[in-house]
């Protein structure tokens, strides 16, 4: 009997670890409020698949900024579509970043997450955010999120969870001039 509680309490930890619901938040600007500034990559401790990236040299390109942990079911399940987003923009201006900020200690040691990066056939950038440096500078609070950034260095629209892929992409269009 023991041994089922433990079970369920540790499925149920595991479950809540991570956001399984998916909800969108479009930053909508006012007339005298326009959408806020992505803030600055910062602390990261090591990038994978790039050079270091700074917001400032962006400009100009769509970004979407993606928190995930490589431990994460539902980041896990978000990740086929934030590479194929990747190949299908990439080359249209779009730039995909993944800033894996770790829930668990092992998943704070770089070997595992390059490790994690390769398993998963990630091209894309990849930041280290072990500190949740850059994780605090966006007020994020959930796995996997996602954040779309305009040409002009603002944030234009956030997603949280699994889901919401078309709406995603069809904001990415529209910022890159497809739509």
Same mark, same amino acid.
């Given at each position: ?90 080359? =249209?201006?779009?730039?995909? !970043?993944?800033? @894996?900020?770790? +829930?668990? $200690? ?44 305009? =040409?002009?260095?603002?944030? !234009?629209?956030? @997603?949280?969870? +699994?889901? $919401? ?15």
């Amino acid at each position: 009997m023991l041994k089922l509680i433990i079970t369920f309490l540790a499925a149920c930890l595991c479950a809540a670890s991570c956001t399984a619901g998916a909800f969108d938040d479009p930053v909508q600007p006012t007339s005298s409020a326009p959408a806020p500034m992505a803030p600055e990559f910062t602390g990261i401790n090591h990038w994978i698949n790039s050079a270091p990236l700074t917001m400032q040299q962006l400009r100009g390109k769509v970004v979407l900024v993606e928190f995930w942990t490589y431990d994460c079911i539902n980041c896990i399940h978000v990740l086929p579509h934030m590479k194929q987003l990747h190949e299908r923009y990439a080359a =249209q201006g779009l730039v995909v !970043v993944g800033v @894996h900020t770790p +829930e668990y $200690g092992h998943e704070r040691i770089l070997g595992n997450l390059e490790n994690a990066v390769k398993r998963f056939g990630i091209r894309y950038p990849v930041a280290q955010d072990n500190d949740y440096k850059t994780w605090d500078a966006f007020g994020n609070q959930y796995w996997p999120a996602q954040y779309l950034i305009n =040409q002009d260095g603002r944030i !234009v629209y956030r @997603h949280f969870g +699994e889901g $919401g892929y078309a709406d995603t992409e069809a904001r990415i269009q529209h910022l890159l001039g497809k739509r």
